[in-house]
């Protein structure tokens, strides 16, 4: 289990807590914690997985998925919104895997990580951090139900312009 902890905000960028999951249960309880919390979150889930149960589907991060298509063998579903429409503007710009389209957002290491848990069926978890307490209740609740990795990351948006308080369902480009 890594947990990393030692990142610095960065000006004009959200920081962001990633978690990996092994199945859609925990990520469910995860996400039914998260939604009766009356605070809203920026935030997104990506998985390369074909059976996603219908009480999981129903949940509001995964009620509407883009495919993102790296090359003709990798297929990463992203919830809609501002992840998904940064990853596709690297896949557009000649990105051939899902590694080299977070390059630059996270350290190769974390990248190439962070691939190899989608292609093992895992589950990952992007979710914006406001205020000193998301991070203690967020990552202290996130340490303990996930069993991989939980890592920090800033996240400054390209693609759009982000505004707290609107649009909960995208998430963002990921800065290492």
Do not use: Y
């Not at 503007?89 to 990105?95: D, H, L, M």
């Not at 967020?138 to 996240?155: D, F, K, T, W, Y």
């Amino acid at each position: 289990m890594q947990k990393s902890w030692g990142l610095v905000p960065q000006r004009n960028a959200a920081q962001f807590v990633l978690a990996v999951f092994d199945d859609w249960e925990a990520l469910h309880a995860v996400l039914v914690d998260m939604e009766a919390d009356a605070t809203k979150r920026l935030g997104a889930v990506l998985h390369a997985r074909e059976d996603v149960p219908p009480r999981a589907a129903a949940l509001g991060m995964l009620k509407e998925m883009a495919q993102l298509h790296f090359g003709p063998r990798q297929r990463i579903a992203c919830t809609v919104g501002q992840l998904a429409r940064e990853l596709s503007s690297r896949v557009t710009k000649g990105a051939r895997n899902l590694a080299e389209a977070l390059h630059g957002w996270l350290s190769a290491e974390q990248a190439g990580q962070l691939e190899s848990h989608l292609e093992r069926g895992h589950l990952v978890l992007c979710i914006e951090l406001r205020t000193p307490e998301d991070f203690s209740v967020l990552c202290g609740r996130l340490v303990q139900a996930s069993p991989h990795m939980v890592e920090l990351c800033n996240i400054k948006f390209e693609t759009e312009h982000h505004s707290s308080g609107r649009d909960h369902r995208g998430s963002g480009r990921l800065d290492g």
